[in-house]
Nanobody, 120 residues
């Protein structure tokens, strides 16, 4: 796996906001997309948002209008800004990297995950 350094997350009150970041230890030329998935207890992992190095982004319907994904190509870092957080946003959030070539045995790489809990 390509090392992915995630940060952010934690306990957030309903209606609050957070920013997650994820830095990839890889050259930008090897990146197809970076993004974020989440997995709540008892549920499957789901896509939240992903972005290409050219800035094209897609979002899950559940976060449209509340989330903004961005990428700093100079730092190989992807950011996820979320606002108007709801208790149902509580989950482990995973950084995802899709590479343009096989690296360390694969083209799909995952971070270790960071817990986001939305609760008062």
């Amino acid at each position: 796996q390509v090392p992915l350094a995630e940060s952010g997350g934690g306990l957030v009150q309903p209606g609050g906001s957070l920013r997650l970041s994820c830095a990839a230890s890889i050259t930008i030329l090897s990146i197809n997309t970076m993004g974020w998935y989440r997995q709540a207890v008892g549920k499957q992992r789901e896509l939240i948002a992903k972005i290409t190095t050219l800035g094209t982004a897609i979002y899950a319907d559940s976060v449209k209008g509340r989330a903004t994904i961005s990428m700093d190509n100079a730092k190989n870092t992807v950011y996820l800004q979320m606002s108007s957080l709801k208790p149902e946003d509580t989950a482990v959030y995973y950084c995802n990297l899709e590479t343009s070539r096989t690296i360390r045995g694969g083209r799909t790489h995952w971070g270790r995950g960071t817990q986001v809990t939305v609760s008062s």
